[in-house]
């Protein structure tokens, strides 16, 4: 496997702004998994059976303009709750890794199931209210007509689909750095993320 950066943690923590941070830092490919998810969602709510949809997942289709609304978000959460669909987006992941270059992927099961053997390993989180007053600022600033209250309630229900459903629930790695962002600004959380990356990176390069 290359050099592979695996960051898992809830909705809103700050993992895909991290990841795609890291990556840009140290020239890795990214892929935000919870965009195969979404896809799947998508095409799940125009009438397509979620199982087939993952199995002919193209990378366009992670390209829809609609993939960051409230509706793909909350049948992204359901779809990931299907084994099958997990199960068949599995190789697209570990295809992806799997080419030139070192890697950044994020989800909720990259450490634990996609990428088990990744050189780093993070895990990004913070509070379920931390988190719901970022997301309710995201959707203000898209004109996004919503209530904070809604918001909340929203995470905290895809907090607990993702981490009680069957198939690969939501947990760090048993060897995953932990980062807080709760108390965090964007540009401390990728400094702490960048850190843990190099002094890995440094060590691989003397094995």
Request: aromatic share 4%; charged share 25%.
């Amino acid at each position: 496997m290359k050099f592979v950066v695996a960051i898992d943690g809830p909705a809103a923590a700050g993992k895909g702004t991290i990841a795609k941070a890291v990556a840009n830092h140290f020239g890795f490919s990214h892929l935000d998994s919870g965009l195969l998810y979404r896809a799947v969602a998508a095409k799940t709510l125009k009438g397509a059976d979620p199982v087939a949809a993952s199995e002919a997942l193209h990378e366009d289709d992670l390209k829809a303009d609609n993939l960051r609304s409230p509706e793909v978000a909350q049948m992204a959460s359901k779809v990931a709750a299907l084994e099958d669909v997990r199960l068949a987006l599995i190789d697209f992941q570990h295809s992806f890794v799997q080419q030139d270059g070192g890697a950044v992927i994020d989800g909720r099961d990259i450490g634990t199931v996609i990428c088990p053997d990744a050189a780093v390993k993070l895990y990004i989180t913070a509070s379920p209210e931390a988190r719901a007053k970022r997301r309710f600022q995201e959707l203000l600033n898209g004109n996004k007509s919503v209530t904070l209250e809604a918001v909340f309630k929203d995470v905290k229900e895809r907090d607990e689909r993702d981490v009680t459903r069957h198939a690969s629930p939501l947990k760090a790695a048993s060897d995953a750095i932990t980062i807080n962002t709760t108390e965090l600004t964007i540009e401390a959380a990728v400094k702490a993320a960048i850190k843990v990356i190099e002094t890995a990176f440094e060590r691989t390069k003397q094995l």
